[in-house]
């Protein structure tokens, strides 16, 4: 069973930095896209940062130049180094991953984490 366990998560005051983690585990074959979401009271979750299997990077405006994504292959985990937090960055992070894994055949699968929560505050 495909699986995405969050850590990293917490309380930090305005200014400070946390840093999320996101392994997958489960039978993978190899894994495309990775993300993290992110979903605050009241409002649409919303995708934060994307990394390719590239390498290549996406990110929303709101965190461009605060926020580092970025992936470890070997390990199938995914990371978000966040910096100079400010109260709007108070969310539900979710992971994501587009993954590819076997069973009968191959397929490619969306997969979920459960969610971390992050409060920016003083």
């Known amino acids: 069973q495909l699986q995405l366990a969050e850590s990293g998560g917490g309380l930090v005051q305005p200014g400070g930095s946390l840093r999320l983690s996101c392994a997958a585990s489960?039978?993978?074959?190899?894994?495309?896209?990775m993300g993290w979401y992110r979903q605050a009271p009241g409002k649409q979750r919303e995708l934060v940062a994307v990394?390719?299997?590239?390498?290549?990077?996406n990110y929303v405006d709101s965190v461009k130049g605060r926020f580092t994504i970025s992936r470890d292959d070997a390990k199938n985990t995914v990371y978000l180094q966040m910096n100079s937090l400010k109260p709007e960055d108070t969310a539900v992070y979710y992971c994501n991953a587009a993954v590819i894994t076997r069973a009968t055949s191959i397929y490619l699968v969306e997969v979920w984490g459960q969610g971390t929560l992050v409060t920016v505050s003083s």
């Open positions: 990394i390719h299997s590239g390498g290549n990077t």
């Open positions: 489960g039978s993978i074959v190899a894994i495309n896209a």
